[in-house]
């Protein structure tokens, strides 16, 4: 039905900054909810932004407030996250995600069970 492709990942400094790419293509709603979500090592994946495409309202996890900014592009049925001050602890597997339909409650939705249409991840690594 959809499916979507990361890209932008790779390796940077402490303090460096990444843009990722999120292509989604095939069959979709007019409106989705597009989340970002990361995994670390050993630990479990986490929500980290959504926007919603019918009104561009965005949500943010905590840590990614003010550093990291989510993003799309209608027209070119991608979505972006921009990350910046990038932290060794920011090191992850980074995965787009979509539900067809909006983000859940006030407060967005960053839970993975929400999202239906996962890309395969791509990695981010920060060193010191």
């Known amino acids: 039905q959809v499916q979507l492709v990361e890209s932008g990942g790779g390796s940077v400094q402490t303090g460096g900054s990444l843009r990722l790419s999120c292509a989604a293509s095939?069959?979709?709603?007019?409106?989705?909810?597009m989340g970002w979500f990361r995994q670390a090592p050993g630990k479990e994946r986490e929500g980290v932004a959504s926007v919603y495409t019918g009104t561009f309202r965005t949500y943010y996890a905590h840590y990614a407030k003010g550093r990291f900014a989510i993003s799309q592009v209608h027209t070119k049925n991608t979505v972006y996250l921009q990350m910046n001050n990038l932290q060794p602890n920011d090191t992850a597997m980074y995965y787009c995600?979509?539900?067809?339909?909006?983000?859940?409650?006030?407060?967005?939705?960053?839970?993975?069970?929400?999202?239906?249409?996962w890309g395969q991840g791509i990695q981010v690594t920060v060193s010191t």
């Open positions: 995600a979509a539900h067809m339909g909006p983000c859940g409650g006030t407060g967005g939705d960053l839970r993975e069970g929400h999202f239906e249409h």
């Open positions: 095939g069959d979709s709603n007019i409106y989705a909810c």
